[in-house]
């Protein structure tokens, strides 16, 4: 053990950009949750794929380790982002790490400079039988607006779509 670093131990979370080195260390949030994804895809890598996918990473660094305990995908179009799927570690929820994965995302809304270019709305599909994760995107201003019969095919589920507006309008 280095008995000579000071660096002290934190548990402050911090939002990065996701590296492809990363998505094995996914796998042990999305696992045993995988029913309750928003996707139809298998793992965070096939996720991933497409042209205008983007991931970030929720890190803490506790005992000198960098640990993941969430993560979202999604795809920054305009004038609506798609949220992919978002998760946080099963021994970490309940501690406000969802919430700032999204406040991440709901920053990036003011991104835009001009009209063409600028982003009010993020969607995304959630199963019906995701009850907690409704109430997570209930809780963070976002609305059911549209129910899609059987839009997961793995299991027939159909999807709600919610929407979150800036500003808070439709
Ligand atoms: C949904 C999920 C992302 C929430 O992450 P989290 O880090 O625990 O969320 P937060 O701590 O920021 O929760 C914020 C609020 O959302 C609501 N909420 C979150 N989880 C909830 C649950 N299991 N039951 C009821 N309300 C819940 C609460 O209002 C909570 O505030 P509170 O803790 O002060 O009561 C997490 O449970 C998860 O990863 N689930 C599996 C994957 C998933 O379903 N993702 C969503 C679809 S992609």
Same mark, same amino acid.
């Given at each position: 053990?280095?008995?000579?670093?000071?660096? #002290?131990?934190?548990?402050?979370?911090?939002?990065?950009?996701?590296?492809? %080195?990363?998505?094995?260390?996914?796998?042990?949030?999305?696992?045993?949750?995988?029913?309750?994804?928003?996707?139809?895809? #298998?793992?965070?890598?096939? %996720?991933?794929?497409?042209?205008?996918?983007?991931?970030?990473?929720?890190?803490?660094?506790?005992?000198?380790?960098?640990?993941?305990?969430?993560?979202? *995908?999604?795809?920054?179009?305009?004038? !609506?982002? #798609?949220?992919?799927?978002?998760?946080?570690?099963?021994?970490?929820?309940?501690?406000?790490?969802?919430?700032?994965?999204?406040?991440?995302?709901? %920053?990036?809304? #003011?991104?835009?400079?001009?009209?063409?270019?600028?982003?009010?709305?993020?969607?995304?599909? *959630?199963? !019906?039988?995701?009850?907690?994760?409704?109430?997570?995107?209930? %809780?963070?201003?976002?609305?059911?607006?549209?129910?899609?019969?059987?839009?997961?095919?793995?299991?027939? !589920?159909?999807?709600?779509?919610?929407?979150?507006?800036?500003?808070?309008?439709?």
């Amino acid at each position: 053990m280095n008995t000579h670093t000071h660096k #002290q131990p934190t548990t402050k979370l911090g939002i990065r950009y996701m590296i492809p %080195s990363d998505t094995p260390r996914l796998l042990d949030i999305q696992t045993p949750t995988l029913i309750y994804t928003n996707t139809n895809e #298998q793992t965070p890598a096939t %996720s991933l794929r497409g042209p205008y996918r983007v991931g970030m990473v929720a890190e803490t660094h506790e005992k000198e380790k960098d640990l993941i305990v969430g993560f979202m *995908i999604f795809e920054p179009t305009a004038p !609506e982002m #798609q949220l992919i799927t978002l998760a946080t570690h099963r021994d970490h929820r309940r501690q406000r790490i969802g919430t700032t994965i999204l406040d991440t995302l709901k %920053s990036k809304l #003011q991104d835009g400079r001009t009209g063409e270019r600028r982003r009010d709305r993020i969607y995304l599909f *959630i199963r !019906e039988t995701n009850t907690p994760g409704q109430i997570f995107f209930r %809780s963070a201003g976002f609305k059911a607006v549209q129910t899609l019969r059987g839009h997961f095919t793995d299991t027939g !589920e159909d999807a709600y779509k919610m929407l979150y507006t800036l500003g808070g309008a439709r």
